[in-house]
């Protein structure tokens, strides 16, 4: 029994030299993928949360320069940031390996912010409002620093990682050497054969990995403003970034104190300070002002904390900035931005009231012109009889009868004229003052007053109201001036493009809150990317010569602002369709406008 078992056989020495050979060859591998793994990984996770920074940033700039530009270009470019913003957000969320990592996003909400401010995105791409573009950047600055501690956390997890599995690698290093030693001795070439052949595979697997660490170490580099000191002061480290930023090559930063960018306007003792907090062992944030090697200017919000040793002896500092210049000019732009916005609001105070005045002239030409159509043909008539009765009477043949018919002819034909005073006056009887009236009874005084310009072009009217009356509080006068302006320009079109049998149908829809007015015609239509356009000021689709672009547009300022109603177009199959929506009443019903 013991024979068959002796150690010291050569059968049974070399059994378990291959166990111990497999065990430790296997704890190499498993140290070894560790370490690969966590190159791969850890630099990966690097990567994305010094590239949520970057997007913020990256994002406030497009967004900066797409309300300056309205280039689709850079909503584009602010689209895709923000989706990979949100991918590395999400990658991060799953990646959260130590418990500070876990409150800065969860404790400290760093989670809540980031997605709050992926939706001010989207608010802006909405609706380009300066607000939400300062509302963003707030947000991006609040974010900034919550970042680049989870950037620190991130590489305090990777360094010390890597530190623990360098050491155990040489612990298993070592220790495997004296037993390939050991074991040499009992299987002599073979196995010593084997364990070169393992340590070049694993120093080509580590120069491979240690590339691909470099290679995410420079990525970071492109994007952060980074560098690292001696404990003099001198700059042994500068990021791509940071020689991007301030116009030194690398080269010319390396072995320089930060001296070399600091500007005029920052006083010795300001960095004095920041020195003074750093060696006592604090980090130090702050906002600093820059100069580049041509002389420009640029503003970084700093991160500066102190580097030790293993042994606790200050080695130098570490400094982590953002570019801030965006965000100082904007605050300077805002110093003033109050003035501005007021100048520039009684600047459009005055243009609107302009444009009213212009409007309203317009409106009283087109009153004038309806009226010398209505007046037209009686008074014709009255010049016509008085001249007959003149001449039979001059020649001694009029009679009785003729010359009482006629008189009564002319009184009838007055009274009509007179009717006609009676209807405008009641339009304009109160010109300004909210008034309770029945909307059908004013839109048939309206049409009554262009009723003889319309037949003169042949022009059709068909009324379709419903049957029982529909009262509202409204102005008469203005809403009579709305409907004989969008009459005529319906006459207009009609006439311009020759239609053949003109068509305008009035229609009143009563609504929950109020009543609907439609003016619908078979003019043939505005063209689709104008008929957005057509409440615009000066804005206008005919001969200079033929208007000025102004009806509409008072009609819509009437209507919203004095009516606080809403007026809108659509295009039919055969014209367009005007739409005006007015309130049953209004609150201040004494007001006058």
Known sequence: MYAKFNIFSLRNRYI???????????????????????????????????????????????????????????????????????????LLLQQLHSQRLKDLYFKNNLDGEVNSFLNIIDKFLETQDSKILDEMLEKAILMLEKLDLVVFEYEYIYKHKLEKLEAKEDFLFILTLLVLVLEAIVIFYPASKKIKINQEQFQNALTYKTKELQKSIDIISNYIIYSRT??????????????????????????????????????????EEILKTIKAGDSWRGEIQNKTKQGTSYWVDAYISPEYDMQGNFIGYVAIRHNITYRKEVEELNKNLQKRVSQELEKNRLKDNQLNEQAKIIEMNEMLVNIAHQWRQPLSFISTAASGLKVQKEMDILEDEFYYKTLDQITNTTQELSKTIDTLSGLMKKNRMFSDFFIHQLVNDTVEVMLPSLKEFHIEIVKDFEKKPIEIQSIASLLSQVILNILNNSKEAF???????????????KLPQGVQFFIEDNAGGIKEEHIQKIFDPYFTTKHQSQGKGMGLHYCYNTVTQDLHGKIYAQNTQEGVKFFIELPFHILEKSRTI
């Open 495 to 509: 006439f311009e493009n020759k239609i053949r049998n003109p068509l305008i149908t009035l229609s009143i829809k």
């Open 16 to 90: 378990p030299a291959l166990i111990i050979i497999a065990i430790f060859t296997l704890f190499a591998y498993i140290n070894l993928k560790e370490i690969m793994d966590s190159i791969r990984n850890d630099g990966e996770l690097i990567n994305q949360s010094g590239r949520q920074r970057m997007f913020s940033q990256n994002i406030v700039l497009l967004s900066k320069k797409y309300l300056d530009t309205q280039n689709s270009e850079y909503k584009n470019q602010i689209e895709t940031s923000a989706l990979s913003m949100k991918k590395s957000h999400a």
């Open 230 to 271: 001696d404990d003099k002061g001198l700059i042994t480290y500068a990021s791509e970034e940071f020689s991007r930023i301030s116009g030194f090559a690398v080269d010319e930063l390396i072995g320089k104190s930060h001296n070399i960018v600091r500007h005029e306007n920052m006083p010795k003792n300001y960095f």
